[in-house]
């Protein structure tokens, strides 16, 4: 498999690989008005972290799909398991046919394609040489359950509320400078950022973007459709889009969740399979 073959599976699991005023919310059907007050970004870190959503295992199945900068779209399912700080597995189908396995660890990026008979023994190095990115299993991890990233200790943390989405804002840039970044202005902001859009009553993720400007790339992520599972909110659907020399766009929409149960993360290659050199 050729590094333009191998790139077609990656992006599917790396992804990225990188919120006064009044709000309207509705609750069983009964629109009420919500005046949201000033927060320290102390404040919201604090119930950010509080409102993660926290698990030991998890296991979902999720409709996918990429769509590349020729607006190209191709869909398949997922059955995603997650075992907490640990392991990443999936299996890739289409037409109800297994195409690829995943394995990903801390250290570590396994593929097993069963259409070509090939497999790929990896690590991150290889996936952020590759992509140009700075990714971590953290990270990936975060992203997929709509949790934060870690702000540094020593960042300049700066919070307010953006009145046009009636979201607080959370940021390691000031909103001036980010607004410029999205709107693709000359003055890009000038350090690596990462912007957090945060619901006002629920403290969970709507919105994020992850800015490098040094390598010209950032990751913008929409949050939506939350969902509760055993008394935590979790999202239904992400939608992401990774924008570097070109525009990607990954779409997840998840289905059958549950939590806690003991999982088995079974991948096993093949003699008869060939591995996919670096």
Known sequence: MSR????????????????????????????????????SSKFLIKKLKEKEFNFKTISSKAAVSVIDNANKKTSFKVHLRIRKDSIIWMSISKLGIEAARVIITTDSLKLIDRFKKEYFLGDFKYINKLFGTDLDYQMLEALLMGNSLDFDEDEKIHSRVDRKKE?????????????????????????????????????????????????????????????????????????????????TTIEIDYSKFSSGKSLTFPFKISSKYVEIKK
């Open 4 to 39: 333009l073959k191998l790139g077609y599976w990656l992006p599917i699991f790396i992804i990225g690989v990188f919120l006064f005023s009044c709000k309207v919310q509705e609750k069983e059907n009964v629109k009420i008005k919500i005046k949201i007050k000033h927060r």
């Open 167 to 247: 979201l607080y804002f959370l940021s390691t840039e000031k909103k001036r400078k980010v607004k410029k970044e999205i709107k693709k202005e000359k003055e890009k902001i000038k350090k690596e950022a990462q912007v957090l859009w945060l619901d006002p009553i629920s403290f969970k993720i709507k919105e994020l973007l992850l800015s490098s400007p040094e390598t010209n790339r950032s990751l913008s992520g929409v949050y939506s459709d939350y969902k509760i599972l055993e008394t935590q909110l979790i999202p239904d659907k992400i939608r992401f889009e990774l924008k570097s020399n070109s525009t």
